[in-house]
T-cell receptor, first 116, second 113 residues
Framework: DTGVSQNPRHKITKRGQNVTFRCDPISEHNRLYWYRQTLGQGPEFLTYFQNEAQLEKSRLLSDRFSAERPKGSFSTLEIQRTEQGDSAMYLC??????????????FGEGSRLTVL | GQQLNQSPQSMFIQEGEDVSMNCTSSSIFNTWLWYKQDPGEGPVLLIALYKAGELTSNGRLTAQFGITRKDSFLNISASIPSDVGIYFCAGGYSGAGSYQLTFGKGTKLSVIP
């Protein structure tokens, strides 16, 4: 399967713990996005990378959140000192850009976080 | 920030009926996308639209990019049970080298056999 891969698929943690999610994008895609989705809502943009550079961060991305894409391939999203409000599905998506900035995002299956 | 109004929020239809849902925005987009999401899964792309007025089909699905660039609709013809799920519209806008999608809140479709 050559789609976007995310793991773990599910994570249950206690409040105050740190969690890390990994995303492996489609191999030739140079842009990688993180979105968060809560129950009954559409996905909300968190941040995106072009290759290894983090180009934009949403106001939703508090100081407790950090994302990296060290070699321009896979990415990690870390949440420190988790809070119950962090419970959500964390979605990764990727796309390939040429000269134009339009196009589809292809999503992974998501990582569901439950903070107790 | 940009807001998308997607309607209806939910709908129950009989198998075989046609379905229509739409998305409106106060801002313009230069891409409209429609996704379907099953419980516990990520969104799967159904149709992508790139030009105002564009009408695109994918099997029983048809979507249109509104002339004003502020709206889009999705039609599903002859619904079947596997059409059940949540359908999301997403508007894409590129500016200053940035590109991201803004999503609606979804339309939950239930198909009664």
């Amino acid at each position: 399967d050559t789609g976007v891969s995310q793991n773990p698929r599910h994570k249950i943690t206690k409040r105050g713990q740190n969690v890390t999610f990994r995303c492996d994008p489609i191999s030739e895609h140079n842009r990688l996005y993180w979105y968060r989705q809560t129950l009954g809502q559409g996905p909300e943009f968190l941040t995106y990378f072009q290759n290894e550079a983090q180009l934009e961060k949403s106001r939703l991305l508090s100081d407790r959140f950090s994302a990296e894409r060290p070699k321009g391939s896979f990415s990690t999203l870390e949440i420190q000192r988790t809070e119950q409000g962090d419970s959500a599905m964390y979605l990764c998506a990727s796309r390939y850009t040429l000269a134009t900035n339009t196009g589809e995002l292809f999503f992974g299956e998501g990582s569901r976080l439950t903070v107790l | 920030g940009q807001q998308l109004n997607q309607s209806p929020q939910s709908m129950f239809i009989q198998e075989g009926e046609d379905v229509s849902m739409n998305c409106t925005s106060s801002s313009i987009f230069n891409t409209w996308l429609w996704y379907k999401q099953d419980p516990g899964e990520g969104p799967v792309l159904l149709i992508a639209l790139y030009k105002a007025g564009e009408l695109t089909s994918n099997g029983r699905l048809t979507a249109q990019f509104g002339i004003t660039r502020k709206d889009s609709f999705l039609n599903i013809s002859a619904s079947i049970p596997s059409d059940v799920g949540i359908y999301f519209c997403a508007g894409g806008y590129s500016g200053a080298g940035s590109y991201q999608l803004t999503f609606g809140k979804g339309t939950k479709l239930s198909v009664i056999p």
